[in-house]
């Protein structure tokens, strides 16, 4: 059977440090939010999978430095069988890049993405008896301490420029009951609140298994 568009799902995560917020809903702002660890227990609506809800807003000061932020998320296959291939990511964007800044002022920013393979190759997912949103048990995947520290471990390098179909960020398959991880980089200077708006889009087919 074919994936639906349904049986993909998406998931904040939270970090090691705050695994207990891994069992319930996670609002942007709570404690560990995006910073890795541990999937939360209650999907994303894919009409919020948005930068304001992802990102929290940038202050004046953080504006100023610039600002460096990082946030991951999952992406799920819930299906019973059929697996996902060639999955690519982008970002559907407003006016990252741009320099033009609603109140006159200059500003400029990117957001990048990297992939979090959980092992050591590209085909690793999140774990080997399956994907189990909530659960603290076998999921460790990448952690970070706060919201400015840079991913290591299994994290690729992140890249700019996937604003299309066309440049999207090939992340390998998500087999059906298993998931994948990808990081988002966001850089600011001279931005006050949430300039950078994106939405996440991805693209994949279905081995119809």
Not at 160 to 172: E, P
Request: proline residues 4%.
């Amino acid at each position: 059977m074919t994936v639906t568009a349904d049986e993909i799902k998406f998931y904040y995560t939270i970090s090691a440090s705050a695994s207990s917020g891994a069992t319930t809903g996670v609002a942007v702002g709570t404690a560990g939010q995006g910073l890795g660890g541990y999937p939360t227990k209650v999907a994303i609506p894919p009409y919020i999978l948005n930068s304001p809800n992802i990102f929290d807003d940038i202050t004046g000061a953080e504006g100023a430095e610039p600002d460096v932020e990082y946030r991951c998320i999952l992406i799920s296959n819930a299906a019973s069988s059929s697996n996902l291939t060639g999955v690519s990511v982008w970002l559907s964007v407003g006016d990252v890049d741009d320099t033009s800044d609603p109140d006159g002022a200059t500003s400029t920013g990117n957001i990048e993405i990297a992939r979090d393979y959980f092992g050591t190759t590209a085909s690793a997912m999140l774990a080997s008896t399956g994907f189990d949103p909530g659960s603290t048990t076998g999921q460790l995947i990448t952690s970070i301490t706060d919201e400015d520290t840079a991913p290591t471990a299994t994290v690729t390098a992140f890249s700019d420029g996937h604003y299309s179909v066309a440049t999207a960020l090939d992340i390998g398959p998500i087999n059906a009951g298993q998931a994948k991880a990808i990081w988002l980089k966001r850089t600011a200077t001279g931005v006050a609140d949430n300039e950078w708006d994106f939405d996440i889009e991805i693209v994949a087919d279905s081995d119809d298994s």
